[in-house]
């Protein structure tokens, strides 16, 4: 197995990625645990962050491709 030497913008990207799932992870656990009244809002706070963390993996899906090539 061939391993390409790590970018600054690769290791940028794969942190941010790291973040956004995180992110994600703990918006689902406090839409688990909200009140019914709090619950629509922290959905919506949970899908926002399922939408970064989205970005995030396309965006390291992108440089993943690059270092491939």
């Known amino acids: 197995m061939t391993r390409y030497p790590t970018t ?4 940028e990207a794969l942190e941010g990625w ?3 799932a995180e992110m994600a992870d703990d ?12 619950r629509p809002f922290m959905f919506a706070a ?20 690059d270092r491939a090539a």
């Open 46 to 65: 949970y899908h926002a962050a399922l939408d970064r963390e989205e970005a995030a993996a396309a965006e390291l899906a992108l440089l993943s491709v």
């Open 18 to 20: 790291r973040a956004a």
């Open 27 to 38: 918006r689902w656990t406090q839409f688990t645990v909200a009140e019914h009244a709090a």
């Open 8 to 11: 600054r913008q690769y290791r």
